[in-house]
């Protein structure tokens, strides 16, 4: 959701050309279903969904949480067992989540704010800054499985909201996606986000 900036990475992650072991990774991820679902479709509206994420963004995330960059009141509790694992154990569970079926939204039927939140996703607002969020994120929503810009089509609209106004306020901060979208959200108002996770939830990979 943000112009394509490169920056050097900080974190050391996973080779970019490997992949994980979808069902070594299911036999991991027993502590997560408790809010992410058993196949990663999340059972509350703040939670995530992971299922059909893409590995990369997943495992570096994971990875994030894991060496204490990214924070997260809810991830507190799997923190030491995060520790326990490894780098190919993490590439597991993220590849296990991206082989489930993607979660399917039903954006709010709302014509003010489907109109908002479709024109910022796919053309942004040049007046005011704000670019637009296919560059990342594809017009359809699939995200950048290579680059690592996540999939947002489905996601769960609650999640999306918090998760904007983290970005826009400085607060989610680990890595360097979050530097592009610490950009992009800036000068986002709160309308503005409540219509982009109104429209990504409902938006389908086609």
């Not at 479709?41 to 894991?66: H, M, T, V």
């Not at 109109?115 to 704000?130: F, N, P, T, V, W």
């Not at 594809?138 to 999306?160: D, E, I, M, R, T």
């Not at 400085?170 to 996606?177: I, V």
Request: charge should be negative; aromatic fraction near 8%.
């Amino acid at each position: 959701m943000a112009s394509l900036v490169v920056f050097a990475a900080e974190v050391k992650m996973p080779d970019l050309l490997s992949t994980g072991d979808a069902k070594a990774g299911s036999e991991l991820v027993a502590l997560c279903a408790s809010c992410h679902g058993a196949n990663g479709q999340s059972i509350s509206s703040d939670w995530p969904n992971l299922a059909g994420q893409n590995q990369r963004y997943l495992s570096e995330q994971l990875k994030y949480f894991q060496q204490g960059d990214r924070e997260n009141v809810l991830m507190l509790s799997v923190i030491p067992y995060l520790k326990t694992l490894s780098d190919s154990q993490l590439l597991d569970i993220a590849a296990f989540y991206s082989s489930q079926t993607p979660a399917i939204g039903q954006a709010k039927n709302d014509q003010e704010l489907l109109a908002l939140g479709e024109s910022l996703y796919r053309a942004g607002d040049l007046k005011r800054g704000i670019p637009a969020c296919t560059a990342c994120h594809s017009v359809n929503g699939a995200g950048n499985a290579q680059a690592g810009f996540p999939k947002v089509s489905g996601q769960q609209k609650n999640y999306l909201i918090s998760t904007l106004k983290e970005y826009r306020s400085l607060q989610r901060n680990a890595g360097d996606y979050s530097l592009v979208m610490q950009s992009a959200s800036q000068n986002l108002k709160d309308y503005d986000i409540e219509a982009l996770a109104n429209y990504m939830h409902g938006l389908y990979e086609k």
